[in-house]
């Protein structure tokens, strides 16, 4: 579908926390700093969340105006309730900000949500981008990148059987994701030579494209409780199925996923190193199918179900934020139909295993808080055939190996510093860029999806930034909107359209769009916020 992830992920708003992007910032340079990868978070947000926008201490760091609407709820299910409570006991912080730098805690996020429907950068951006010069080609399967001579000049893609050229005035811009934008940049020639070699492939960049692949960690813990643990009262929720169904109200209009995050150690109280998201399962749940599609094995996730015949079940799923193991892609053939080999490489760091005893006790406490326990919560442990006989300790690690899973947030295997600069520009290529999750040199502390839309912005300033600079060969920073006409411009000839009258016009600035021609110069705005447009105005 359209939108990649972002169109079917679970809308939860995270942004990782300083110290991921003063890591970034180490290995990309300043582009990517906290204070500055921070403006473009703001500056794509509408922030909505009640819990957040009466709170000015919060509201420092989140913006309003922005395309993409990120809301929140004070209405939270009878279980996220008894969850935040149960956290609270256990000696959990409840916060009213899961993005806050400044100290973590329990509580739910805020979602990319919109009148009780998804707002994704599809919905958001996509969708409402009113330009002539904007095509998308659906159902469309790009197999290449053309390079010649070291430039990438465009790209091969298949629609309806038939395979087109497609080029580049200026540059390509790779987006496939961090699974197929290394696929598509080995398929053209651009990876690690032996690999590459090892295909018949020949060798345009011998770079580690592919390597660098990592995600959260994520293992599930489980309990089992009473009848009645999660669900307060069918006849309430059915009601609140009626008004979402009538006009988008009530709870299921908003989601209310929530975490606790947890600290290396008490030395780092502000960054979290773990991550505990519990969920409560109903009676009778269609869960199998869910267990199956988590790649659980078929005799836990039977056992599983049987156990949900005759009680609640509660998973707390344990994350790993901040994980040390590597895995890589790899061409699985130079058939670019053929899906990539993924070796996810988890644990392959004994490090990041240790770690678990620790979460998984910590997941299982909850079964001692007050409510689940009167509610008789116990902890069940899977049967897994190779961990038998084992300590408590070594079978948490025995089998959280054997039960790992993704939690969705693969980054790293175009890593910046490594296959591309700090400017997204493949090394080595000219005319080449990626701008995906794949260019993360490191995974951020959270959620990745509002990190690509931060990187999808910061990209789009640094090409207006590329092509205005280097095609009037001057600098236009210091131009303000009040003398903002193209006869002031330097080596930009007249255009027959006076930008300041266009600006001070505020209804054609707020239908959304605004694409202006001076000769071969664009100016697009898809804001109303005065700020944007000053900068939109100044690289133009
Ligand atoms: C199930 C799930 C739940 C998630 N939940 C959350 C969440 O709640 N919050 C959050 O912040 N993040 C979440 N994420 C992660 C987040 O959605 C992703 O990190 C993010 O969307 C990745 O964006 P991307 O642009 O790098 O890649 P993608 O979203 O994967 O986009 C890549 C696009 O390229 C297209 N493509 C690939 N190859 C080709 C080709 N050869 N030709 C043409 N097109 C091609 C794909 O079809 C896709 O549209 C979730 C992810 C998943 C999968």
Redesign the pocket.
């Known amino acids: 579908m359209l939108?990649?992830?972002?169109s079917?992920?679970?809308?939860?708003y995270?942004r990782g926390f300083p110290s991921d992007y003063h890591e970034w910032a180490s290995i990309a340079g300043e582009t990517w700093n906290w204070t500055n990868v921070l403006k473009y978070f703001m500056k794509t947000e509408h922030m909505t969340d009640t819990n957040i926008v009466n709170n000015p201490e919060l509201m420092v760091y989140h913006g309003r105006g922005g395309a993409i609407e990120v809301s929140g709820t004070n209405e939270v299910m009878f279980s996220i309730k008894k969850f935040l409570q149960a956290f609270e006991e256990l000696g959990f912080k409840t916060v009213p900000d899961m993005t806050y730098p400044n100290s973590i805690g329990a509580g739910c996020f805020s979602h990319t949500i919109r009148n009780g429907e998804r707002d994704s950068s599809l919905r958001a951006l996509l969708n409402n981008a009113n330009s002539t010069s904007l095509h998308i080609l659906k159902d469309?399967?790009?197999t290449k990148i053309i390079i010649e001579n070291g430039t990438a000049i465009g790209i091969e893609a298949v629609k309806d059987d038939k395979t087109f050229l497609f080029y580049a005035d200026r540059e390509v811009i790779l987006?496939?994701?961090?699974f197929?934008t290394p696929k598509?940049l080995m398929l053209s020639g651009v990876g690690r030579s032996e690999h590459l070699r090892s295909l018949g492939i020949d060798v345009v960049a011998d770079l580690p494209v592919g390597s660098n692949l990592h995600d959260h960690a994520m293992v599930l813990a489980f309990l089992v409780a009473d009848n009645g643990t999660c669900v307060s009262d069918e006849a309430e929720n059915s009601m609140e199925a009626i008004k979402y169904l009538y006009d988008r109200t009530g709870f299921l209009a908003k989601a209310d996923n929530m975490a606790a995050y947890l600290p290396l150690s008490s030395s780092e109280p502000t960054v979290p190193e773990f991550a505990l998201y519990p969920t409560c399962i109903p009676q009778f749940s269609p869960f199998r199918s869910g267990c199956l599609t988590l790649g659980l094995n078929e005799d836990l996730c039977t056992e599983l179900h049987n156990l949900n015949q005759e009680y609640e079940l509660v998973t707390i799923a344990a994350v790993l934020l901040k994980p040390k193991s590597r895995g890589k892609v790899e061409l699985n053939s130079i058939n670019p139909f053929d899906d990539p080999l993924i070796y996810a490489g988890t644990f392959s760091e004994e490090q990041d295993l240790d770690h678990f005893p620790r979460l998984i006790k910590m997941a299982w406490s909850i079964a001692d808080t007050n409510y689940f326990r009167s509610k008789n919560a116990r902890v069940i442990k899977p049967w897994v055939e190779a961990c038998s006989n084992l300590t408590e300790s070594a079978w948490i690690k025995c089998m959280s190996r054997a039960m790992v899973t993704s939690a969705?947030?693969s980054v790293g295997t175009a890593a910046m510093g490594t296959v591309v600069d700090g400017d997204l520009k493949v090394l080595g290529i000219n005319g080449l860029r990626v701008v995906?999750?794949?260019v993360m040199p490191k995974i951020i502390r959270g959620?990745?999806?509002?990190p690509?839309v931060m990187i999808a912005e910061i990209a789009a300033d640094l090409i207006k930034e590329h092509y205005s600079v280097s095609r009037t060969g001057t600098n236009l920073n210091n131009m303000t909107i009040g003398n903002l006409t193209a006869s002031s411009m330097p080596n930009i000839s007249q255009p027959n359209i006076n930008l300041a009258d266009v600006i001070e016009n505020n209804d054609m600035i707020n239908s959304s769009l605004i694409e202006v021609e001076i000769t071969n110069v664009e100016i697009i705005t898809t804001t109303d916020r005065q700020s944007d447009i000053d900068d939109t105005v100044n690289v133009a």
Do not use: C, E, I, Q
């Open positions: 939108g990649g992830s972002g079917l992920n679970h809308m939860v995270a469309t399967f790009v987006s496939a994701g961090t197929n598509l969705w947030h995906d999750a794949s959620n990745t999806n509002a690509v």
